[in-house]
């Protein structure tokens, strides 16, 4: 069965960069169709959608902040890994990695990432 | 970006009610949109995909309908389960952008 779980740091100061690493099994990363997502939730507030990485390699972010991240896959590890720069406290959230096929089917338990100093 | 518009934002319903929530979407997406469920302290539940399409595993009390920029998300027969948020996503183009969430709560 397809499994993902998030794995990171819990807290980070602002200014910091935060790297996020999303672990999965039961798929691969190389087969057509096939994507890892990134989607946040601050506390008590709406999903917001982030950054998305495909078996080809194609990489779509949001725009508004784009200039922050990254986004990156590991076939070999099953990995994808997420960096945003600058962190700030408004950053704080829990993050959610995802498998995308048809919609988001499969996601992460998800990691709460506080942004203080 | 593409602007999903819910409503409402929230509800309040008894078990065995009809639960109908709408979003409506800032430009056309043709049926690429979704719905999830969210429980509090839980990843969200994909529901429905490509507007009308019901995931495996959900119960068939669970549909979806709509194309363009109007959808719909109806729960025949509320159970107590089904109380929890529910967001639409459309996945028509980048951003791919949620809807602000409907909670469904306990009349």
């Known amino acids: 069965q397809i499994t993902l779980k998030e794995s990171g740091p819990t807290l980070v100061k602002p200014t910091q960069t935060l790297t996020l690493t999303c672990t999965f099994s039961g798929f691969s990363l190389s087969t057509s169709g096939v994507g890892v997502g990134w989607i946040r939730q601050p506390p008590g507030k709406a999903l917001e959608w982030l950054a998305l990485i495909y078996w080809d390699d194609d990489k779509r972010y949001s725009p508004s902040l784009k200039s922050r991240l990254t986004i990156t896959k590991d076939t070999s590890k099953n990995q994808v890994v997420l960096t945003m720069t600058n962190m700030d406290p408004v950053d704080t959230a829990t993050y959610y990695c995802?498998?995308?096929?048809?919609?988001?089917?499969?996601w992460g338990q998800g990691t709460l990432v506080t942004v203080s100093s | 970006a593409i602007q999903m518009t819910q409503s409402p934002s929230s509800l309040s319903a008894s078990v065995g009610d009809r639960v109908t929530i709408t979003c409506r979407a800032s430009q056309g997406i043709r049926n690429d949109l979704g719905w999830y469920q969210q429980k509090p302290g839980k990843a969200p539940k994909l529901l429905i995909y490509?507007?009308?399409s019901l995931q495996s595993g959900v119960p068939s009390r669970f549909s979806g309908s709509g194309s363009g920029t109007d959808f719909t998300l109806t729960i025949s027969s509320l159970q107590p389960e089904d109380f929890a948020t529910y967001y639409c996503?459309?996945?028509?183009?980048?951003?791919?952008?949620f809807g602000q969430g409907t909670k469904v709560e306990i009349k």
């Open positions: 490509a507007a009308s």
């Open positions: 996503l459309q996945d028509y183009n980048y951003p791919q952008t």
């Open positions: 995802a498998h995308r096929q048809m919609g988001y089917g499969y």
